[in-house]
């Protein structure tokens, strides 16, 4: 028999996965042309075509047991030398090979670093909405997820309910701008007046409270936002950084931890993310994708795409009476449900063959989640159905 921890994860499976399941059901019955599946933050740009060189250069110029070997659990020393040095080039900073630990993408990251500093009942604030998977990555290492609400109206923390939240258990706080569900970009006074709290909480408490800033959609924003650096705000920070939705690269599971100069206990912690990355059974990151993003950290995915249909449903949603904040990043809409049950309309939706993901699966209930990374032609065959179920739920 599975384990009780493994029995209620599989009873309360992702939403997120069985929509994408129900939509490859309904496909088959009605056509994949008939069916507007916009539940998975699934990239539908192609990566970059300096990605089909790099792969190939090395495949082709290096030798095959380097390419394909161990290296240290951190991964391939020059290799982290330049994503370092990359990163100081963008934003002023001053790490080194150190300061990066390749892992296998942001979620693998994440797991790391928690392992790295969670004893059983240490607490982890998130702001809600988040992504639903943090809960589950906190209790991987018996930690307890604290919620913490944001503003209903523009997503942004609320720096008194965190305050409020913060106990002598408080081990870390997980950041996610721009943000999934919402889109929404944490601005940089916001984040230096966070920090303020932290540090008043860190010498009442007497202790360290880490912020995780979970990145997987930094390159991924609009209109001439900017997104602040985290490291710049918090002196306890790390962040786990993807290149799934940069480059079009989910399924190569490649990323990297970037822990602060300043960072309390920093010695100790990098042996320890060096020691989990190993003994959580990731070993290392791919290696041959190691290498391919140390020749391709200047190529980027055309993000216009994504900003064309983020302003073709957002328009045509809000059209229909739907209320949602415009999303600054990612891609995602987090629209208002009329009626507030998230749930029975998601089902409603499934009527025009519409998959979309409840808030509630993101803590966010009232809400429901559409991911538009999808092609512009499915969004556009989609509008009539929109329409219907507009009008079925505004005026029914």
Request: charged letters at 20%; a negative charge; one cysteine or more.
């Amino acid at each position: 028999m599975i384990s009780h921890k493994m029995q209620n994860l599989v009873k309360n499976s992702s939403v997120i996965r069985a929509m994408f399941e129900e939509g490859n059901r309904l496909a088959k019955l009605y056509g994949p042309e008939n069916v507007f599946d916009f539940s998975i933050g699934n990239p539908s740009v192609t990566p970059p075509e300096q990605i089909r060189t790099a792969i190939t250069d090395i495949l082709n110029e290096e030798n095959p047991l380097t390419v394909h070997g161990y290296m240290n659990n951190s991964g391939y020393e020059d290799v982290r030398q330049t994503i370092a040095e990359h990163i100081n080039h963008q934003h002023g900073t001053a790490f080194s090979a150190q300061n990066i630990v390749m892992t296998c993408g942001a979620a693998g990251g994440l797991n790391v670093i928690l392992k790295t500093l969670l004893n059983p009942e240490d607490e982890v604030i998130v702001f809600a909405p988040f992504f639903s998977e943090y809960t589950n990555y906190v209790q991987n290492f018996d930690g307890k997820l604290v919620i913490v609400n944001t503003d209903p109206e523009t997503f942004l923390p609320d720096l008194t309910a965190l305050k409020a939240a913060i106990t002598s258990k408080t081990k870390a706080i997980i950041l996610n701008t721009p943000n999934n569900p919402t889109g929404v970009v944490y601005p940089a006074e916001l984040l230096s007046q966070m920090e303020q709290v932290l540090t008043e909480k860190e010498q009442e408490l007497s202790t360290s409270i880490y912020v995780i800033s979970d990145e997987p959609y930094r390159e991924i924003v609009y209109d001439g936002v900017t997104v602040p650096f985290i490291l710049h705000y918090f002196h306890n920070g790390f962040i786990g950084y993807s290149y799934s939705k940069s480059l079009s690269l989910p399924g190569e599971r490649i990323g990297y931890i970037v822990v602060n100069n300043d960072m309390d206990d920093f010695s100790d912690i990098l042996s320890a993310l060096n020691v989990a990355t190993r003994i959580l059974g990731f070993v290392n990151a791919p290696s041959l994708f190691q290498k391919v993003i140390a020749k391709t950290l200047d190529a980027s995915v055309d993000v216009s795409i994504y900003q064309e249909n983020r302003d073709i449903l957002y328009q045509h949603l809000t059209k229909l009476g739907f209320e949602c904040i415009k999303p600054q990043g990612a891609f995602y809409l987090f629209p208002k449900v009329p009626d507030g049950d998230d749930k029975a309309f998601c089902e409603l939706a499934k009527k025009y063959n519409i998959l979309l993901v409840p808030g509630s699966s993101f803590a966010g209930k009232g809400h429901f989640r559409l991911s538009y990374c999808v092609s512009k032609e499915q969004i556009l065959r989609s509008l009539p159905a929109f329409e219907k179920l507009a009008k079925e739920i505004f005026h029914s």
